[in-house]
Structure formats: structure tokens, C-alpha cells
């Protein structure tokens, strides 16, 4: 049974609701701003599963809180600095303390930013039939979760509704949706933004393996960086002191209950199997230890 303090679906009648996504549900602030809350809903293969992860919503806010504030001098993100309790009525405050934030509304741009910086998932099955990743040529006899020689790589995908998986795209498409400028824009901003987390978290014994970024432009054109921030939601997060190339290593993200739900027969379209207690509590423990050591 679900834990029954889990949030997995909010119910705020004091604001327009807007859309509920694979983890979020957003509601309008005003002309201006919106409420997205972090649910503790969990996605896996870009499927909604039926089990809801206690405190995840909370553990995801404070860890994007933290990296918000810590890259925002590499660009300026959505946040507002409002408290989200501020803007719902008082028997509703329970829903978003501690899971959301009120951001500047922008217009998201319709692709996500991959960085990687490992050969691993996708980009390993890519290389592994082509030699590349998303149409990036890659040395021939790089191994799984090695290093890409090099530094990061910046590999794009398309952005799918909830229910549908998301597929890289090569480098020119973006640049056919978004144009050259703000495509390289992109690219630089990720590749920037990536390359200072994981060399921070390289100090606290984390590996960033790869992570996505999402980005909006206000009604001038500036790029904002949105959404969440390098959590293990949106990246791979790896103990340093258990890695080693030529195997998936072990980690603090859903990777874990990725690699459970590949044990089970199940065809990866809704609806999911539930997660049995036990994966439940190891999920729960690894989130709540990688943002321990990222951020204290």
C-alpha cells in the first residue's frame, strides 16, 4: 500500500490548476508567475509508477533549491525568492511546504539538455552500435560508465509528454527548432553548468555521471535555466568509492529502480508494477544520502 504521507497527486482548489506532469503539477500564480509543486510521485522509463516515494517531493526542492543558488552566476534561473505558502489558502500549505516554489512564468524551450559526462544507458547502447552518442563520434574501445575523453558532452532530446519516452535528436535539429545562436547558447550554458557541479561533487565522493537541464526565454529573450536542478531525478549520481568502468555502477539516483523494474515482466507502458516495500526504502535512503553529502 501506498505510504499514506506521501504526496502523489496535490489538490489545490485556491489556484487555476495548469497541468500535472511525470512528477510536477503546476497552478497559476498570476500573469506572471506559476506554483510547481515537486510531488513524490517517481517516473521510470517515462512512466508514472503506481508508488509514490515519501519525502522525495522535499528532498528534490531542497537539493534544486541548493543548486539553483549555487550556479546562479552562470545564469539566472526561475525561482521568485515568494514563499509558495503565501499564495495558497491556509488549509492548503501542507501540499507545498517544503516541495515547491513560485517562478517567473517563461516559455520552456522544447528540447532537454543532456550533458554527459560517462559512456552509460542510452548513450552506451548508442555507442555500442555506432561508436557514437547522438551523432557525437567517440574514441572506438571506450568502456560502459567510462569517461568521455574530452570533457562533457552536450546531447539533446525531445521532450515527451508523460507517457511517451523521450529520444536524443543530433545536434542539427535543435538548431533547426531553436536556430544557431540559441542552440549554442544552450549548449555552452549546460556544459558549463554540468562541468562546475561535478567537479563540486567530485569533493563530497559523488559522480555525476550525465544529468538534464531545462531552459526558458522571458518575453525578451534571456535565457533562464528551470524546472529542477542535478538531482537524482535528473541525473546520475554515483558513490566515487564504488565505480569502476566495464560495469553499471552502483547509485544514488532511480537507476536503482530502474534496475529492478528491468527484473520484472513488464513492457515499460503503463501501467507500472508497484514497487515492493524494500525498494521503496533503499529508493528513500539513496536520495536522502546524496543530498546529504551535496549539500552539508
Keep these: 500500500m501506498p505510504n499514506p504521507t506521501a504526496l502523489f497527486e496535490t489538490d489545490i482548489k485556491s489556484l ?23 510531488t513524490d510521485r517517481l517516473s521510470a522509463f517515462d512512466v508514472i509508477l503506481p508508488t509514490p516515494v515519501p519525502e522525495k517531493g522535499k528532498l528534490l526542492t531542497a537539493l534544486s533549491a541548493f543548486w539553483f543558488n549555487k550556479l546562479a552566476h552562470i545564469i539566472p534561473n526561475h525561482l521568485t525568492g515568494i514563499p509558495p505558502e503565501s499564495v495558497v489558502s491556509a488549509t492548503e500549505r501542507v501540499q507545498v511546504s517544503d516541495r515547491a ?71 542539427h535539429q535543435v538548431e533547426q527548432q531553436l536556430g544557431d545562436d540559441l542552440t549554442a547558447q544552450v549548449s555552452d550554458k549546460a556544459i558549463r553548468l554540468y562541468t562546475e557541479a561535478a ?72 501501467p507500472a508494477p508497484a514497487l515492493p516495500q524494500a525498494i521503496l526504502a533503499q529508493t528513500i535512503a539513496k536520495y536522502r544520502e546524496a543530498l546529504r553529502l551535496l549539500t552539508q
Excluded: M
Aim: glycine fraction near 8%; charged fraction near 25%.
Design 101 to 171: 516554489f513560485v517562478i517567473k512564468r517563461l516559455k520552456p524551450l522544447p528540447v532537454e539538455a543532456i550533458v554527459r559526462g560517462y559512456v552509460v544507458g542510452s548513450g552506451w547502447k548508442d555507442y555500442q552500435k555506432s561508436g557514437q552518442i547522438c551523432g557525437i563520434a567517440l574514441p572506438a574501445g571506450l568502456k560502459q560508465a567510462e569517461k568521455i575523453p574530452g570533457g562533457a558532452i552536450f546531447t539533446p532530446s525531445t521532450k515527451a509528454e508523460a507517457g511517451a519516452h523521450d529520444e536524443n535528436i543530433p545536434l
Design 199 to 270: 567537479e563540486y561533487a567530485a569533493q563530497r565522493g559523488i559522480i555525476i555521471a550525465d544529468t538534464k537541464f531545462e531552459f526558458g526565454l522571458d518575453e525578451q529573450g534571456q535565457l533562464f535555466l528551470i524546472d529542477e536542478v542535478l538531482t537524482p531525478d535528473s541525473s546520475r549520481f554515483w558513490p566515487a568509492d564504488q565505480y569502476q568502468v566495464g560495469q553499471s555502477p552502483a547509485s544514488y539516483d532511480k537507476q536503482f529502480v530502474r534496475d529492478w523494474l528491468e527484473t520484472q515482466d513488464w513492457n515499460k507502458k503503463a
Design 16 to 38: 487555476p490548476f495548469l497541468h500535472r506532469g511525470k512528477v510536477r503539477d503546476i497552478y497559476a500564480v498570476d500573469d506572471d508567475k506559476l506554483l510547481i509543486v515537486q
